[in-house]
């Protein structure tokens, strides 16, 4: 791929790499590549970070078209920046895109995109504790159009962020609210896929659990609001009885790189693995009668992230006394070192960049 580099005239200052926080400043420049249904896709380029310039009638704007990932690069102790695991979610962005039919990108051309863009930004890779430079490729109709209609035009895009932990408080339990009149996703709908609706659809469910002093929102399923699915940003896993449970991939949980990585360690650790639907008032039981030992959940941004308590109607059940569960610590412990370049990489999930 031929991609074309333009330099901007003066760098941006540095944020303070010790004070981050997640999502809040971009770097220098971004990627952005452009696709008609006439010359596919064209005209790669690197070119400084600045607004767009769009057609108010764009397809994204009033229909939705849109999908996006999220993944990160890492400085090693060694100073070499890496990826981790690119291909799963250039492959989730095919998956993505078919479901709301726009052009997929290849997997070699989206790696090769990404790659390029965080080798120019290498300066924006910070290396204290718990920071990585977090990345968003994204895609969007852009064709003007006010007919309801797959784009003509679509602009594929990537922006860099270096980032803090996700939660301000770390590797630290949170609290989370089950929601059990809004839905997030049912079977034959966009559940699977990262788009932005799924996250908008959510914002109310995250705003009520806010008013009630917890950190996400944990949905249940479309049809019956009986079976637990995923966090608003996370996949979600429970320790009972010295299994793991994990709801299933079934079309209304997005199939997270996270979610997957963890499954894989935790079958190689000898530790039994249930993809199975889980009813919140078994969940609820568990947690009551302290079967429930650990919850957590496992996602690109937080990597894994401890529940202490969760929320259900007027029923509270704390887990393991609001503290980080021996598993749980361990998995972090074990996936960072592995994206940190810490710990011996034995699944060839990392990809060196620079």
Avoid at 311 to 320: K, P
């Amino acid at each position: 791929m031929d991609i074309k580099f333009i330099k901007r005239e003066e760098l941006k200052e540095k944020p303070d790499f010790k004070n981050l926080g997640f999502g809040k400043y971009m770097t220098d420049y971004m990627f952005v590549m452009d696709w008609t249904e006439e010359k596919g896709w064209h005209d790669a380029t690197i070119l400084p970070y600045a607004p767009l310039e769009l057609d108010p009638a764009c397809v994204a704007l009033h229909y939705g078209q849109e999908t996006f990932e999220g993944l990160k690069a890492y400085r090693t102790k060694t100073g070499k920046i890496q990826l981790f695991r690119p291909d799963m979610n250039a492959k989730r962005m095919i998956k993505s895109n078919e479901r709301l039919w726009m052009p997929t990108l290849p997997v070699d051309m989206f790696i090769e995109a990404v790659k390029a863009i965080v080798e120019v930004e290498k300066d924006w890779v910070p290396n204290e504790p718990n920071t990585s430079l977090y990345i968003r490729p994204f895609m969007f109709g852009s064709e003007p159009t006010l007919g309801v209609q797959p784009a003509k035009a679509c602009k594929f895009i990537i922006l860099c962020s270096p980032s803090g932990a996700y939660y301000a408080e770390g590797i630290s339990p949170v609290k989370i609210l089950v929601e059990e009149e809004l839905v997030r996703a049912v079977k034959g709908g966009t559940g699977f896929a990262k788009c932005g609706g799924n996250y908008a659809g959510g914002i109310l469910g995250q705003k009520k659990a806010e008013e009630k002093g917890c950190a996400q929102v944990l949905w249940l399923d479309g049809v019956e609001h009986k079976y637990v699915e995923e966090v608003g940003t996370m996949n979600m896993m429970f320790k009972m009885n010295g299994e793991i449970y994990t709801a299933p991939l079934q079309g209304t949980v997005l199939p997270g790189v996270t979610r997957d990585s963890i499954i894989h360690i935790l079958k190689d650790w000898g530790i039994k693995v249930n993809e199975t639907s889980v009813a919140i008032d078994d969940l609820m039981k568990a947690g009551h009668d302290d079967s429930l030992e650990e919850a957590f959940g496992t996602g690109t941004a937080a990597v894994v992230s401890p529940v202490g308590e969760f929320l259900y109607r007027e029923d509270t059940v704390t887990i393991n006394n609001f503290k980080t569960g021996e598993l749980t610590r361990k998995l972090y412990d074990y996936l960072t070192g592995i994206q940190l370049g810490e710990v011996e990489d034995k699944y060839g999930w990392t990809v060196e960049v620079c």
